[in-house]
């Protein structure tokens, strides 16, 4: 790996002069660099058709950071751009600026500390009560509770059964 930055930052070497020279394979060289923060742009092998107009696409993309690259690429092409479309499409990938890295909380829980809870009401036949029921699913485990209780309009709230699905 030292190596590899040694090459690239002292004596200058591209990507594929690097992988003949320490008999890896490129992506091993474009890895490494990438993984010391060198963008992908910065190492590209040898010049590209692009590089004539990387100053009006970087100005475009900085004022306009969410135009499609289709649509960069009609403007490119307006202004002389020989090159195909899908290629262009990946090169605008790696200049193209990224959006900022979100941070979320990743909730940790023990078991039995958190569950879902489902209730619906049945009509009991025959009856004019409602029957309100309770499935308790714990999230670790995956073994579930039904509790069964007269609603709320009946007059006595007993349990009327419980269940284990």
């Known amino acids: 790996m030292a ?35 060198i963008p992908k742009s910065d190492f590209l092998t040898k010049g590209s058709m692009i590089d004539p107009y990387l100053p009006f696409i970087m100005a475009t993309l900085e004022k306009f950071p969410k135009v499609t690259a289709s649509r960069l690429y009609a403007m490119v092409q307006a202004r002389g751009y020989p090159g195909g479309e899908n290629h262009f499409r990946h090169l605008i990938s790696l200049y193209r600026p990224k959006p900022a890295a ?11 500390e958190q569950a879902q809870v489902d209730c619906g009401h049945e009509r009991i036949i025959g009856q004019l009560n409602q029957l309100a029921t309770l499935l308790f699913k714990d999230l670790f485990h995956t073994k579930r509770f ?9 007059r006595t709230l007993t349990p009327q059964r419980r269940l284990h699905i």
Not at 7 to 29: D, S
Request: with cysteine; hydrophobic share 45%; net charge positive.
């Open 3 to 37: 190596d590899i930055l040694r090459y690239y930052h002292v004596e200058k070497w591209r990507v594929g002069t690097m992988a003949k020279q320490l008999g890896v394979h490129h992506a091993t060289i474009k890895r490494v660099l990438s993984s010391h923060g």
């Open 102 to 112: 979100e941070a979320y909380l990743r909730l940790k829980t023990l078991p039995a």
């Open 146 to 154: 039904v509790f069964r209780a007269w609603a709320m309009c009946s």
